[in-house]
């Protein structure tokens, strides 16, 4: 199966989930660490994360999702490597889309997150023709939040995030003006 990916950074490819990547989703909430801000608890087994992906239903809903991040293949690697996910949430309650991403610890720090959160911003607003983006972060999760201050999200207010304190940014796609508006 050839791979067809969405998006590409210098070192990133984005693709949609695939059920094949169930246990990268499940090592994934396995570690503490990395669900430690996001009110998800861990998959109970494999086939779970396998049916959480047969069950993802974005992509078909909205034209867009969460997708998954592989680093690109250095000279020794054959193929590239899952290494989280990224992507756009359209969420209908809220009538809003939001930026979410989640990596393996032994990723943080070394700017996927900002990187693969670029491109996604800029796809939703360029490809897509959204109008705002929104990230939330409980106010503890530092990282997080300078990831979405790093792609140019603005604090707009605070909220309850499952009972903890939580912030909210956002970002509105510029308005661009033409001769006939001045």
């Known amino acids: 199966m050839k791979d067809t990916y969405l998006l590409e950074t210098p070192r990133l490819l984005l693709r949609e989930f695939r059920q094949e990547d169930a246990p990268h989703f499940f090592a994934l909430n396995e570690d503490p660490e990395v669900v430690r801000y996001t009110g998800d608890p861990p998959f109970a087994s494999l086939e779970e ?46 009538d809003e889309t939001d930026i979410g991403f989640r990596f393996f610890r032994r990723y943080w720090g070394q700017g996927y997150a900002t990187e693969a959160a670029r ?15 929104v990230g939330r ?8 939040i300078r990831v979405l201050e790093k792609i140019g999200l603005e604090f707009w207010k605070e909220f ?21 508006a001045r």
């Open 49 to 94: 994360a396998r049916q959480f992906l047969l069950d993802y239903d974005q992509y078909e809903k909205y034209g867009y999702g969460r997708w998954a991040v592989l680093r690109k293949p250095e000279r020794r690697e054959g193929r590239p490597l899952w290494i989280g996910w990224c992507g756009l949430k359209y969420v209908p309650g809220l």
């Open 119 to 133: 491109a996604c911003l800029d796809f939703g607003f360029n490809q897509l023709g959204l109008k705002r983006i």
């Open 137 to 144: 972060a409980m106010k503890e999760n530092g990282a997080s």
């Open 160 to 180: 309850d995030f499952l009972e903890h304190p939580g912030l909210y940014f956002r970002k509105d796609k510029l308005r661009v003006k033409t001769e006939s």
